[in-house]
């Protein structure tokens, strides 16, 4: 997605965190198959990704290799987990438990190290109560300001219609939630001290099209 | 989502794809709201993005800009969507009718001008038959195969676990789906002369989770 002003007050890049997440699921990889240190070019050369490129963005935040030796993957993942705040495990929380939410609720990508679905929030009366297929409890969203204090979520992902996801931002920012992730097909603006990030599914496709229409030129 | 090299064989980077479609989406709006023309720092202003970036992601395919006039809003709309392959309608066809197959049928986002979802596919006999809430079809995915002629799509998104993406992408390129979308998580590999995009919806959690460690230190 490209990064609206208000999507990242603080600068930390899109691409530069998505290049560190394809990264750490690298040295995940190599921990596994008992690798022990790897260069920024066998990095590279696993995600596609280029080395150089590696290296800056590792820069950016501290000196993370040994020259002549490159990476040690035990502490390059305990590191970059930490940088990415990821030494914990973050809540998450999704208002709406339509199909995207129930989706989202029990994707493996939202259940992975680092991340746990807490709940989905839900006005109607015939869902609260149930769960989803994986057993995320869906809550009463009227009661979600009343239970951040014990949930401490840190994440909030909207998966509501256009017409309600105002409405779900302002209820996630009132409850302390600190970061909104949202996928309803409106821009939701970032509230004072929260973080947006706004998933735009048309520009995917837009995407493919692009390329299709260049390829038959 | 980072580009990794079979994601573009032909190099339009998604950066600059996403840039357009914003651009593109930015025109939509001026011509609804009547405008004729708008500088690249208007266009530029509305989005966040940066004016010097929009002249250069246009310059690479052509002369648009009129000299002290700026932008025409009508021609520049039409030519990107010339551009970018959205002078006509691409058929769109979902493999997996599950929560977030359905949700992606029926999202606003992937039924808006210039797509199409023409079918959603599945292998549960108690799903083929039936139809989502907005009314496409969910079809036997054993049928994909025979339909894509006459269906003739442009776009195949797989939505479905896992274990069944390989499948479903194998399918897909076998009867000639010529841009694949796939949400499920795993990495799906481009096969020849079809592009794959693969979203990863972990990435967006692992961003907001970056900024909010980089804003606590």
Known sequence: MPEKKWDRPDGVAAPTSERLSL??????????????TVSSFQLAERFGLNPAQ???????????????????????KAKLKELMGLERTRAVVIVGAGN???????????NVDGFKVAALYDIDGRKIGGKSRTGVPILDLATLPDASGTLKADIGVIAVPAE???????????????AILNFAPISVPAADGVF????????????????LAVRRR
């Open 164 to 178: 309600a996801a105002l409405e779900a931002a302002r209820i996630l920012a009132g409850s302390g939630v600190p």
């Open 54 to 76: 590696i290296r800056k963005d590792l820069a950016q935040f501290g000196e993370f290799g040994v020259r002549g030796v490159g990476y040690r993957v035990p502490a390059l």
């Open 23 to 36: 990264v750490l699921r690298g040295l995940r990889a190599l921990e596994a198959q008992g690798v022990h």
């Open 196 to 211: 947006v990030r706004n998933v735009d599914l048309t520009f995917f496709l837009e995407n493919l099209s692009f390329q």
């Open 100 to 110: 995207l939410g129930q989706a989202l609720a029990d994707s493996r990508n939202f």
